[in-house]
């Protein structure tokens, strides 16, 4: 299936007090390692943020918020207003354990489907998640009445859950869907790659 995959990048980064995409995990820029995994499999990638000249370096396609200010929601929208193919995968800049092999099953599973998003427990990735074009009016209808959570118009769609059974064959979900948002997850994360490294693989 062609695709794009979008990388969400306008975060405030307060915790962190600096860039999230940037920092170094495994020894490269965690967005560079995010465009590095997809690209074998994503026909296109583009990275969304309202800071493109940090941005220009990675030689993708950037776009800035059309509605600016109400977080992760509004960066869906302006992906998916961008992209110019129907499913799209949606990932933050801050997850550096980017499963190609997984995303590749999800865009399997996407097909008849508006959103494929990954449920492990009683939690939702809705950042690590399928999307078509379809939502975006139901995502405009929120951002234009302020609703801001990711989730909110999931009811209004052709919705499908990537269970945890089926996620688990990529291997470790913790892993997978981890986020580094404070100096703590940092620090686990690159306790992460030093065990990857001596087991010499992923």
């Known amino acids: 299936m062609e695709a794009t995959a979008i990388i969400l990048s306008g975060g405030r980064n307060s915790r962190m007090g600096k860039n999230k995409a940037f920092l170094p995990v495994g020894g490269k820029a965690i967005i560079e390692q995010t465009i590095a995994e997809l690209e074998p499999l994503m026909t296109d990638i583009l990275v969304v943020s309202n800071e493109p000249e940090k941005y220009r370096y990675l030689g993708v396609p950037l776009v800035g918020d059309i509605f600016p200010g ?3 929601l509004s ?3 302006a992906g998916l207003r961008a992209s110019r193919h129907h499913h799209n995968f949606i990932v933050a800049c801050d997850m550096p354990f980017v499963d190609r092999h997984l995303v590749q099953a999800m865009l399997e599973m996407a097909p008849g489907y508006d959103v ?3 449920q492990v427990g009683d939690y939702l990735q ?5 999307y078509s074009k379809n939502c975006l009016l139901p995502i405009e209808q929120c951002l234009r009445e302020d609703i801001r ?3 909110a118009f999931y009811h209004k769609v052709r919705l499908r859950y990537a269970s945890e059974k089926i996620l688990g064959q990529w291997g470790d979900l913790e892993k997978i869907f981890y986020n580094i948002n404070t100096p703590d997850e940092l620090s686990k994360a690159m306790k992460f790659c030093q065990k ?7």
Request: charged share 20%; no cysteine; net charge positive.
């Open 149 to 151: 959570k990711v989730i």
């Open 116 to 118: 494929v998003v990954p």
């Open 126 to 130: 809705p950042l690590y998640a399928i």
């Open 196 to 202: 990857r490294d001596r087991k010499g693989g992923s």
């Open 70 to 72: 109400q977080g992760p």
């Open 75 to 77: 960066g869906i929208h």
